[in-house]
């Protein structure tokens, strides 16, 4: 975070919250698969945590559950249009 | 012998005629239930396309399923599915106390919104890039 009370960033920096840990979710369901793919790019990817945001125990949950849904073919390993 | 709960999933072969998905359903039942399983929910989410091609398949009849049986079970029951050629995949989950939990609020239809949150933060927050 920057202390310099007169950066000129200083208004701009966006506080990111972990939006689970804000919605108090315990679980992250696999079959959720609309959700998990607001957490993954276009090339069926699982964004990173310095994107999102999520809490570290919160992006360790979504990874099984992103992986899971993949198993299960409710998800891409990789996008069909890169394949 | 202790008892767990258990989400399973699976994926019938979807080549097979309409009928035939009803008996793939009701063997697997009755297959858990002879490894002394009991059945809470069975919903049959119908044939889904695939994210990717399954044995170059396009698409497969999904089931899931809750049940509470004995640890020993499991194992039977994944015997004997992966030796039926009309199962495509499954997955067991068992349960652990958070996933209860948030089953307890699925059946209440209670599961939070973690998108409902960010569209009034998004307001306040004059500050946006």
């Known amino acids: 975070m920057i202390k310099n009370p007169s950066h000129p960033k200083k208004n701009q920096r966006k506080v990111k919250q972990c939006k689970f840990s804000r919605a108090?979710?315990?679980?992250?369901?696999?079959?959720?698969?609309?959700?998990?793919?607001?957490?993954?790019n276009d090339q069926g990817k699982i964004l990173p945590r310095r994107v999102t945001g999520n809490s570290a125990k919160h992006q360790r949950q979504l990874t099984t559950a992103v992986k899971r849904a993949r198993f299960l073919a409710l998800m891409p390993y990789v996008a069909e249009n890169l394949r | 012998m202790s008892k767990n709960y258990y989400e399973f999933t699976y994926i019938i072969?979807?080549?097979?005629?309409?009928?035939?998905?009803?008996?793939?359903?009701?063997?697997?039942?009755?297959l858990i239930e002879k490894n002394g399983g009991e059945i809470e929910e069975v919903d049959e989410w119908g044939l889904r396309q695939f994210a990717y091609d399954i044995d170059k398949k396009g698409t497969g009849y999904y089931v899931n399923m809750?049940?509470?049986?004995p640890a020993e079970a499991i194992a039977n029951v994944e015997?004997?599915?992966?030796?039926?050629?009309?199962?495509?995949?499954?997955?067991?989950?068992?349960?652990?106390?958070?996933?209860?939990?948030h089953r307890e609020l699925q059946k209440k239809n209670e599961v939070p919104d973690i998108f409902a949150i960010e569209d009034d933060e998004d307001d306040n927050n004059e500050d946006d890039d």
């Open chain 2, 13 to 30: 072969n979807p080549v097979l005629e309409d009928d035939k998905f009803k008996e793939s359903v009701d063997k697997v039942s009755k």
């Open chain 2, 79 to 101: 015997r004997q599915l992966r030796i039926d050629d009309d199962i495509l995949r499954y997955l067991t989950l068992k349960y652990d106390a958070k996933m209860l939990r």
């Open chain 2, 66 to 69: 809750y049940f509470t049986a």
């Open chain 1, 24 to 40: 108090g979710l315990e679980y992250i369901d696999y079959k959720d698969v609309e959700t998990l793919q607001r957490f993954t």
